[in-house]
């Protein structure tokens, strides 16, 4: 496997492949000098690898550490163990590993895509939106960990976390897949040609899309990049990047008949507002927040093209709700494009896998260990969508 260049969704990454690295050991068999395939990193922003007989080291400009990983039968692994401030060892193949679910940004699907479920020990929190994970939490091959007892944390022998800027164990390793901008390469033919397909959409004028919050009586519009590329690439508009103003009070009517206005003209809404249970996020919900008294000029809801990207969930034992946006869609961004495709231009045939549409009434799906349908040691496959 090898990373590639891409396009531009600051949802996708590179840092995928260095997991594979990390945790399926080396190519080839040292000490005899065996060379196995090589993977190459060919653009990848954040990462860079570099091969030695027995070895590699992954340099991470991330968290500005370089990671030596020694193949378990090297003489070099049997003597050298580096914990410095700049260098981190470890001998592969791992025999175990454990993931800072508790904070997000961690996702797991990357780990299921490379076939490693059964090598996770350990979670911080049940807050996680694999329903393999959630059965190996329950069957006990995983178990779940205080994310504090460090002396717990030292017995994995990678422990994979998403913030760099804190103190840490010499098991501890960054991923760090929001901050990259490459996609796992195996769908990247499949994210180009959905690309084309609605490149070659025939509309007269594409569909103008905002991606919309609301928090606290204000509304916003959503100007992340990769959201902004994700609409390009699927054959949509931004709504006008020239809208001056992206704070609307709901409480002042000018900036309400602003708000209302814009909204006048967009064919297709992403409300991302977010909501501690999604399942109670519906139609009246949005409806409320937005709180006009005349919406006839609201194509989006005449055209019914309302939508939220919060339709895969995980209610978690402490509480709070998982959303498989931010795990699922980062690793497999053209089930994403082919959302989008799907809403802004339905052909009713397609059913998607992150978004639902409020405007029709369209209700969360709960994601649990019964869910899981492959055996942990089984790679999840990438789901290729149909593209000519
Ligand atoms: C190396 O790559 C070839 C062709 O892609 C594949 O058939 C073979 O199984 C790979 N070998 C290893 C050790 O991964
Ligand atoms: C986790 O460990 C810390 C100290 O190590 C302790 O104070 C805290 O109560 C523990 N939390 C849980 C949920 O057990
Ligand atoms: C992880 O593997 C190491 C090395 O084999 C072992 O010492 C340790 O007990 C394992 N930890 C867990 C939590 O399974
Ligand atoms: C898009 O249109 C071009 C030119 O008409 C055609 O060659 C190409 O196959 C089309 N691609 C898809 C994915 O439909
Ligand atoms: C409603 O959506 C369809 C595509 O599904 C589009 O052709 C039509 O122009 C839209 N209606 C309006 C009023 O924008
Ligand atoms: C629906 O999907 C089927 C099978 O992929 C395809 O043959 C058919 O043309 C599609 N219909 C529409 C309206 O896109």
Not at 151 to 158: D, G, V
Not at 271 to 277: G, K, L, R
Not at 298 to 307: A, E, G, I, Y
């Amino acid at each position: 496997m090898s990373s590639t260049s891409w396009v531009a969704t600051a949802l996708l990454l590179s840092s995928s492949c260095f997991y594979l690295f990390l945790l399926q050991g080396a190519d080839g068999a040292a000490p005899a000098v065996q060379v196995g395939n090589i993977s190459r990193v060919e653009d990848a922003q954040y990462f860079h690898i570099y091969y030695g007989q027995s070895f590699k080291v992954i340099k991470n400009s991330i968290d500005g550490k370089s990671y030596l990983l020694m193949q378990s039968n090297s003489r070099m692994a049997s003597k050298a163990k580096y914990c410095t401030g700049r260098i981190k060892s470890f001998v592969i193949p791992l025999s175990n590993y454990s993931l800072d679910t508790s904070t997000p940004g961690l996702p797991v699907s990357f780990f299921e895509l490379l076939g490693l479920l059964e090598g996770l020990k350990g979670i911080t929190s049940d807050s996680v939106t694999s329903g393999c994970a959630l059965r190996s939490l329950s069957s006990g091959s995983t178990v779940m960990v205080n994310k504090t007892d460090a002396p717990l944390l030292k017995q994995f022998t990678a422990h994979f976390v998403s913030i760099v800027d804190e103190e840490r164990a010499c098991n501890y390793a960054a991923f760090m897949p929001m901050q990259e901008i490459t996609p796992l390469q195996v769908v990247k033919s499949n994210y180009l040609c959905l690309t084309n397909m609605a490149a070659n959409q025939t509309a007269r004028f594409k569909p103008v899309v905002a991606w919309v919050e609301y928090n606290k009586g204000i509304w916003s519009f959503a100007k992340e990049s990769y959201k902004q590329q994700l609409v390009t690439d699927a054959g949509g508009e931004n709504v006008d990047d020239s809208i001056a103003s992206n704070s609307y009070v709901v409480s002042n009517p000018d900036d309400m008949d602003n708000f209302h206005a814009i909204l006048c003209t967009i064919d297709v809404v992403i409300d991302q507002t977010s909501a501690p249970a999604p399942g109670q996020y519906t139609l009246s919900t949005f409806m409320e927040n937005v709180d006009v008294s005349d919406n006839s000029c609201f194509v989006f809801l005449t055209n019914q093209s309302l939508w939220r990207y919060d339709k895969r969930v995980r209610a978690s034992a402490s509480g709070g709700q998982a959303v498989d946006w931010f795990d699922g869609a980062i690793s497999q961004p053209q089930l994403v494009l082919a959302d989008l495709i799907e809403a802004f231009f339905p052909t009713g045939n397609y059913t998607t896998t992150f978004l639902r549409n409020l405007a029709k009434g369209e209700e969360v799906a709960e994601v649990g260990s019964e869910t899981c349908e492959r055996s942990s040691s089984a790679p999840l496959e990438p789901t290729i969508v149909p593209c000519q």
